[in-house]
């Protein structure tokens, strides 16, 4: 499997050439998430794994690859309180039958021991797949996608939960929703991603 490997942004995980803190484009610009990592990158033979699991119906396989999520566990600074996975909007997890993110999360929780709350974050606004639209594109997308529940997650320290991380659109706006219900701080772990 394709592991991410050090040096890392230590910010945003980007992989980077050389050893460094941060990668140019952390220290440009503010970013909500405090820290973003993720186990792999979505290369073979994780993609076609991945695809198998979201797409062919094969969630069984969300239990071997939330092991790989335990096995490379990052350092979170601060120790997140509560892990949240991102929502699927009603309509698509109706049509898929289950959230791939909260399988994910499901399993990570279940064995680092930090509660899982489904209840905290909510997809309020409907968006087009993602997939197909440039990184300006994505961020209109999702920008106000998200509604975050301020008596689950006041004060809290989040770990957000999803499968793929690409542009960082969706978790952006899902950290927003997040701290403006007053949310202590928010990083996110992803299985694998993109670049
Ligand atoms: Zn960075």
Not at 122 to 134: E, I
Not at 135 to 143: F, S, Y
């Amino acid at each position: 499997m394709p592991w991410v490997k050090e040096p890392i942004c230590h910010r945003c995980g980007r992989s980077l050439l050389h050893k460094a803190n941060v990668c140019r484009s952390c220290w440009k610009q503010d970013f909500p998430l405090q820290q973003v990592r993720a186990s792999l990158y979505y290369r073979e033979p994780l993609a076609g794994v991945l695809h198998k699991m979201k797409y062919e119906g094969l969630f069984a396989l969300a239990e071997p690859l939330a092991e790989m999520m335990v096995a490379a566990w990052p350092d979170w600074e601060p120790t997140p309180d509560e892990i949240v996975p991102i929502p699927l909007h009603q309509r698509r997890k109706r049509r898929r039958g289950f959230n791939q993110s909260s399988l994910l999360a499901i399993g990570v929780s279940d064995q680092v021991e930090i509660s899982f709350n489904e209840q905290a974050l909510m997809r309020t606004r409907h968006t087009v797949p993602q997939v197909d639209l440039s990184p300006a594109r994505r961020l209109l997308n999702v920008r106000g996608a998200f509604t975050a529940v301020a008596h689950q997650v006041k004060g809290k320290q989040i770990l957000l939960i999803d499968d793929v991380y690409t542009t960082g659109a969706t978790m952006s706006a899902a950290a927003e929703a997040l701290i403006a219900s007053g949310a202590r701080g928010v990083s996110a772990y992803c299985l694998a991603r993109t670049v």
